[in-house]
Nanobody, 122 residues
Framework: QVQLVESGGGLVQPGGSLRLSCALS????????MGWYRQAPGKQRELVAQ???????NYADSVKGRFTLSRDNAKNTVYLQMNSLKPEDTDVYYC????????????????WGQGTQVTVSS
């Protein structure tokens, strides 16, 4: 069974920083892209940042220059460093992995974490 363990969310003041971590473990055959999405109530889930297995990154325009996504392939872990946080960054952040995994006896090509709340407020 595959697991995505997210950590690092919480409450921070505007201008502050948080670091999210996402560790993938379990029945993994291959991992391609990993990344973070976010979703506010009543809105569609949107891409925040994504990184390929080779380390190439892609960021949403709203976070460019403030967020940095990195990856440790040996640990199957990605890290999202979020600086200069704004109230509009408040959302539930979800980790996502693409590859080939076994979940409940079935092979799947992508997997989502449970989400971690990020709140930016004074």
């Amino acid at each position: 069974q595959v697991q995505l363990v997210e950590s690092g969310g919480g409450l921070v003041q505007p201008g502050g920083s948080l670091r999210l971590s996402c560790a993938l473990s379990g029945s993994i055959f291959s991992i391609n892209d990993m990344g973070w999405y976010r979703q506010a109530p009543g809105k569609q889930r949107e891409l925040v940042a994504q990184i390929t297995s080779g380390g190439r990154t892609n960021y949403a325009d709203s976070v460019k220059g403030r967020f940095t996504l990195s990856r440790d392939n040996a640990k199957n872990t990605v890290y999202l460093q979020m600086n200069s946080l704004k109230p509009e960054d408040t959302d539930v952040y979800y980790c996502h992995a693409e590859g080939l995994f076994r979940v409940g006896g079935i092979l799947v090509s992508d997997y989502w974490g449970q989400g971690t709340q990020v709140t930016v407020s004074s």
